[in-house]
């Protein structure tokens, strides 16, 4: 077991680098970002935590234990504070972070406990009870009010980032932000678990406790945010301009950011002998060890410090110097114990030194090695290797060969990259911007010079790039369309219709030399006075601008700033500037081109208004931003009344219809005003040519969204009601309503199909059951008539029965019904299935028709059904009108033995005198009421009393419409004989009927 406790160190050890480089990837994805630095700070505190506890868990004695105990505090006191806010961040909380008073809470519990555990010697003194176990020093809590204190604050803040984190999965609409907080929720949670039982429940519990695992524990959370960065992109990387060819900013920052790791893994290498038997030497030893790795971290964090200054210069400055103290100090420092190796570190940093595009680095760290080796040569101690005069002259030639070599290959390497790569990517960009181009039009040609304005920026590093358009009849320019690099305030949108003449200095440069190049704004000549003024007001340093020109005209020009820095440009980037301004310039001839054709294309050569086809987009267009803001939109159909007279008077063939568009208007009634308005227009004479037309106009007005949500419906709509308010006498408008559009479709679409339905064959008769109450048994069945439209679909009664009545339809449908009911009722009979009463209803039409009587006597001797076993079905409507009538040939039908029921009773106003002397059999209580016994007393009551109604008058009584138990219990409780509806079942076909009564019948049967 002796060395159990070293394992364990060098677990806790390995832990701690695992956040240090986590931490430091973290951070150097984007440095800038608010969320990335925290998180720093968190990977920071675990590696603290971790750290102190790998050597507090092996060391010598209770003293050293006690103070990297007391080290590792100031993590594991702070980390929970940092996770929370770290978690609040994340989750957008950014509202409660901006008050510092709540940020002053959060963390004042980490500070108290900073002060307990780790900075308070005595209260350190009495906290800790530091027992050395087998597997290493252990705190054995003393659970007094301090621990308990702390405590509260680990558990209170661990579930809070767990509710944090759980409320961001429920509010996020984002399937992978849900992904994300799900795993991150579990992750923190197995932590919060396993920690709390090795650190608070097993050290308390057993005799011999494992060390305190909550930093290794941490590790799992830590995993899951990883998996998120790789999986689902957290905390992203920002991905900077790659386009330069070598060491960029972005490039020499990855360099950078490499170094520093390659010293910090030297230095977390030398700490780990700490941990390996065979290589501990005393408490000496670790001190000296310690004080290496720390002169290796002091490099590794240095340089990563000195990343985030935003001057250029003076970071890369810090940076080599840095990188060349590390060179005299690591071979110093470590020559009495690798001097056979040491000396060979240079020659790292010297082949890193062969991508920098200028020889200083090189020279630099070529001459540090040699200046560090003539010290080595002369204060070197004495070692066991032999090592004369001649092996340090040859170590410093090496170091100058290498140099050599090194300048040579580096000069190369980046001269000819550089030139290959450059033309490349310009070829590359041309292509694109070409490509791009191809398929240019007005729709898009301001994305498209956007777009090509980024690239451009990019490609040339300016800080802004802009494109100037002049037009020639008003002799302005405008300032349409630019491209801006982080950082540099936009100016679009600032200067707009200036004079050409307000420039002279600049529109003649452009003119005569084809280029405006500045490469000092403050070194303009004395005549570029107002150029000079507007550019200074711009802060930009150096210009040049190219114009773009086509058909030997000046279209505009391409201009690009340096606002940052001064800028150079040779003849050769000039020429490539000329070739873009080309692209352009075809770009813009082409756009120019397409505008002429649409002018022809979507606008009437006699008056210039849009004509149909632009009316028809534009008013989709209205119609789209209509739905987006919830407003309406008017269509007005004009027909100028009598133009033809104006016509022949004028020699002209001019239209006579016009549409009119009214949109984005908040209420309908505003249309109205509107329409009013156009029409008064006509009170006047119209003047042509000295001559005076009195002319009137007829017209109709369809609405978005109430009489269509398209073009052509609402075109269509607006036609229909001018034509009505022709038909009422001209010069009038009217406004369309559901009337006309429902008898316009009716007329032209259901009326002429349902002509010839009979001899196609389109309609149908269903069949719905009717079970007796308390049996359970089917004792009758209603025809239903439904209209297989080939296009429609199915269609039912209440829809195509009032048309069918209207156009004289109804008698012969409702004979073909009649006939068809009955004739399948007796096919039934003789199949030897039960015998039925078959229900069918009769129209107003038909039961107002004279022959209807005999109609129904004919088709029962026809198909041979005994009366008994049919019934006819009225509406209540019929009952209560024209009472000698009704009675009359209800009389006369009872007569031929049929049966009588009232369909839907209770929706009309039925006289109870009336009621006790019609000749009927069974009242039909409607669905309405059958439907809202439920949610409904009224509808309970109101059911109840038809039931005792007809119960008094000697009826029976069905229902309609019985769809659920609770219904059906309802009527079963009041005495309800007979129910109807999709509870037992639903409309079908002879065939499932069929089916259904030869079932029952076998049932019966055994």
């Not at 004369?388 to 040859?394: N, T, V």
């Not at 227009?681 to 040519?689: A, I, S, T, V, W």
Request: glycine share 6%.
């Amino acid at each position: 077991m002796g060395h159990v406790p070293l394992l364990f160190s060098l677990l806790f050890f390995t832990s701690s680098a695992v956040y240090l480089f986590f931490g430091i990837y973290i951070i150097n994805m984007n440095l800038k970002a608010s969320l990335n630095k925290l998180f720093l700070i968190v990977c920071c505190s675990l590696c603290l935590w971790s750290f102190g506890f790998s050597i507090a868990n092996s060391a010598a004695n209770m003293e050293t234990c006690l103070f990297w105990r007391r080290i590792s505090a100031i993590g594991w006191a702070s980390i929970y504070s940092l996770l929370l806010h770290f978690l609040l961040l994340l989750t957008s909380e950014k509202c409660t972070l901006k008050r510092w008073r709540f940020c002053l809470l959060l963390y004042l519990p980490a500070v108290i406990n900073m002060y307990v555990f780790s900075i308070s010697k005595e209260m350190t003194a009495i906290q800790y009870n530091l027992v050395k176990m087998d597997y290493g020093w252990v705190n054995i809590a003393v659970n007094n009010g301090w621990d308990l204190f702390f405590y509260i604050y680990y558990a209170g803040y661990v579930l809070a980032c767990l509710a944090i984190v759980w409320r961001w999965k429920r509010k996020s609409s984002d399937e992978s932000a849900r992904k994300q907080a799900n795993l991150i929720f579990i992750s923190i949670l197995a932590a919060l678990l396993l920690g709390s039982l090795t650190d608070v429940v097993l050290s308390s519990s057993l005799t011999s406790p494992l060390p305190q695992m909550a930093p290794i524990f941490t590790l799992i959370p830590i995993a899951a945010i990883h998996y998120s960065i790789k999986r689902y992109s957290l905390m992203r990387e920002v991905i900077e301009n790659k386009d330069e060819l070598i060491l960029n900013n972005e490039t020499r920052a990855k360099l950078h950011y490499y170094l520093s790791i390659a010293f910090l893994t030297g230095g977390l290498l030398t700490l780990l002998s700490r941990f390996l038997p065979h290589l501990i030497n005393g408490e000496e030893n670790f001190k000296s060890t310690l004080y290496a790795s720390g002169l290796l971290f002091i490099f590794g964090f240095a340089i990563l410090i000195f990343r985030l200054i935003k001057a250029e210069n003076i970071k890369n400055v810090l940076i080599m110097i840095i990188t060349l103290s590390s060179i005299p100090i690591i071979t110093l420092r470590f020559v009495e114990y690798a001097s056979i190796t040491v000396w060979a570190f240079p020659i790292i940093l010297t082949i890193v030194s062969l991508v920098f595009n200028t020889r200083t680095p090189l020279i630099l760290v070529t001459a540090m090695a040699i200046i560090t080796q003539i010290i080595v040569w002369i204060y070197a101690p004495a070692g066991a290797i032999q090592m004369d005069k001649f092996d340090y002259i040859l170590r410093i030639g090496i170091f100058v060969i290498a140099f050599w070599i090194g300048s040579v290959v580096n000069n190369i390497y980046l001269k000819r990259l550089k030139e290959n790569i450059y033309q490349i990517d310009f070829q590359k960009m041309i292509s694109e911007i070409s490509f791009d181009f191809v398929s240019v039009n007005q729709a898009s040609i301001d994305e498209k010079i956007n777009n090509m304005l980024n690239k451009m920026g990019r490609f040339f590093y300016v800080d802004r790039t802009y494109v100037f358009l002049i037009n020639h009849q008003d002799s302005t320019m405008a300032y349409t369309h630019e491209w801006c690099n982080e950082g540099i305030e936009p100016e679009v949108g600032t200067i707009q219709d200036i004079p050409l003449d307000v420039f002279p200095w600049w529109m003649e440069q452009l003119k005569s030399n084809k280029l405006v190049y500045i490469e000092d704004v403050s070194k303009l000549p004395d005549e570029a006075g107002a150029e000079k003024a507007q550019l200074t007001r711009q802060d930009i340093k150096s210009i040049v601008a190219i114009p773009i020109e086509g058909n030997g005209e000046l279209l505009g020009y391409i201009g690009f700033d340096s606002v940052a820095s001064f800028r150079k440009w040779s003849n050769y980037h000039i020429k490539l500037l000329k070739i873009l301004a080309n692209l352009l310039a075809d770009g813009l001839i082409k756009t120019k081109a397409e505008k002429e054709i649409e002018l022809m294309a979507y606008y009437d050569h006699l008056t210039g208004l849009p004509n149909r086809t632009l009316f028809w987009d534009r008013l989709n267009q209205a119609i789209h931003l209509a739905k987006r803001t919830e407003r309406f939109v008017g269509v007005m159909f004009m027909d100028l009344d009598g133009f033809k007279m104006v016509n022949d008077t004028m020699g002209h063939s001019g239209g006579d219809e016009f549409l009119i568009m009214i949109n984005n208007i908040p209420d309908a009634k505003d249309i109205v005003k509107i329409a009013d308005s156009i029409m008064k227009l006509f009170e006047k004479p119209f003047n042509l040519n000295e001559q005076e037309f009195f002319i009137t106009g007829s017209a109709g007005v369809a609405v978005y969204p109430v009489d269509g949500e398209d073009a052509g419906t609402l075109i269509k709509n607006a036609d229909i009601a001018m034509y009505r308010a022709k038909s009422k006498g001209k010069s009038q408008y009217a406004l369309c309503t559901e009337d006309m559009k429902e008898e316009v479709k009716k007329n032209m679409i259901l009326s002429n199909s349902l002509y010839r339905a009979q001899e196609r064959n389109e309609l149908v008769v269903y069949y719905q059951p009717q079970v007796r109450l308390h049996t359970g048994q089917v004792i009758g069945i209603e025809a239903l008539l439904r209209w297989k439209h080939p296009e429609m679909g199915m269609i039912f009664p209440s829809v195509f029965i009032p048309l069918a009545e209207k156009n004289g339809l109804i008698n012969s449908i409702g004979e073909w019904v009649l006939r068809t009911a009955s004739s399948q009722n007796k096919k039934w009979q003789d199949m030897g299935l039960p015998h039925l009463r078959m229900a069918v209803n009769l129209s107003i039409s038909q039961f107002n028709n004279p022959r209807i009587v005999d109609n129904v006597d004919s088709i029962l001797k026809e198909t041979g059904l005994s009366p008994e076993y049919l019934e006819l079905e009225i509406t209540e409507s019929i009952a209560i009108k024209e009472a000698n009538y009704t009675i009359g040939i209800l009389n006369k039908l009872k007569k031929l033995g049929v049966s009588i029921s009232i369909d839907d009773f209770g929706t009309e106003y039925s006289s109870l005198s009336r009621l006790k002397i019609l000749p009927i059999d069974r009242i039909k209580i409607d669905m309405q009421f059958v439907q809202g016994i439920e949610g409904n007393e009224k509808d309970q009551a109101i059911t109840k009393i038809i039931i005792n109604l007809a119960k008094s008058l000697g009826l029976e009584v069905l229902a309609e419409g019985v769809e659920t138990a609770p219904q059906l219990e309802f009527l079963n409780q009041k005495m309800c004989d007979d129910v109807q509806g999709y509870y037992y079942y639903k409309p079908m076909p002879a065939e499932e009927i069929e089916k259904l009564l030869k079932s029952n019948a076998s049932k019966k049967a055994e």
